[in-house]
């Protein structure tokens, strides 16, 4: 069964900084690359920042310069460290899971930052 769970997320101050982890289960995590979405309230969802199975990553131009995604193959997690938070930052961010060899995709259940003083 396959599992990807997030944590990190909390009510955090314009300006501060939030670390999201996601640990997945039931992939070969390193045949997948991996992203962090996220969906404000009565927006649709997009796309944070991707980091692919050899670990280039790419970035929403909304988080250039404030987030960083990461990897570690050995403990099948992938992060998003979050600085400079402003508040259209708030929303609920997903993990994602995507094979790079196939059509199989996996969700999180979601983690929610909340940027507000």
């Known amino acids: 069964q396959v599992q990807l769970v997030e944590s990190g997320g909390g009510l955090v101050q314009p300006g501060g900084s939030v670390r999201l982890s996601c640990v997945t289960s039931?992939?070969?995590?390193?045949?997948?690359?991996m992203a962090w979405y996220r969906q404000a309230p009565g927006k649709q969802r997009e796309l944070v920042a991707a980091i692919g199975n050899g670990g280039a990553a790419h970035y929403a131009d909304a988080v250039k310069g404030r987030f960083t995604i990461s990897r570690d193959n050995a403990k099948n997690m992938v992060y998003l460290q979050m600085n400079s938070l402003k508040p259209e930052d708030t929303a609920d961010y997903y993990c994602?899971?995507?094979?790079?060899?196939?059509?199989?995709?996996?969700w999180g259940q979601g983690t929610q930052v909340t940027v507000s003083s």
């Open positions: 994602n899971a995507n094979s790079h060899y196939s059509s199989r995709q996996y």
């Open positions: 039931g992939i070969t995590f390193n045949w997948y690359d």
